[in-house]
């Protein structure tokens, strides 16, 4: 089991950057591939980006492609996504999840899932 703990979000310009962290519990953190997912209101929850369980590997939705950066630092038991030139459309809460499948975009591939934080972009 792992349990995931999201921080970071906050209130941001448009153009501004922000970086969340996901905190993991557990010794097997290091073994499973994760994931951020975003949901904005009214909205489904969508894939943002992905790696492996190394780090080696990454994924990122067309939305994100060139903007936003995922990272993970197994020895901290933390994954991390660097956020740049933020755009309203941007706006949503934001979850961290885990997942044993590499390339993993469906939220069903995920399980978790931590309470979310909160991003808002304003124009």
């Known amino acids: 089991q792992v349990q995931l703990v999201e921080s970071g979000g906050g209130l941001v310009q448009a153009g501004g950057s922000l970086r969340l962290s996901c905190a993991a519990s557990?010794?097997?953190?290091?073994?499973?591939?994760m994931g951020w997912f975003r949901q904005a209101p009214g909205k489904e929850r969508e894939f943002v980006a992905g790696i492996n369980w190394s780090g080696g590997s990454t994924w990122n939705s067309d939305s994100v492609k060139g903007r936003f950066t995922i990272s993970r630092d197994n020895a901290k038991n933390t994954v991390y996504l660097e956020m740049n030139s933020l755009k309203p459309e941007d706006t949503a809460v934001y979850y961290c999840?885990?997942?044993?499948?590499?390339?993993?975009?469906?939220?069903?591939?995920?399980w978790g899932w931590g309470q979310g934080t909160q991003v808002t972009v304003s124009s």
């Open positions: 557990g010794r097997t953190f290091s073994t499973y591939a």
């Open positions: 999840a885990a997942s044993r499948a590499a390339w993993a975009t469906r939220q069903y591939d995920y």
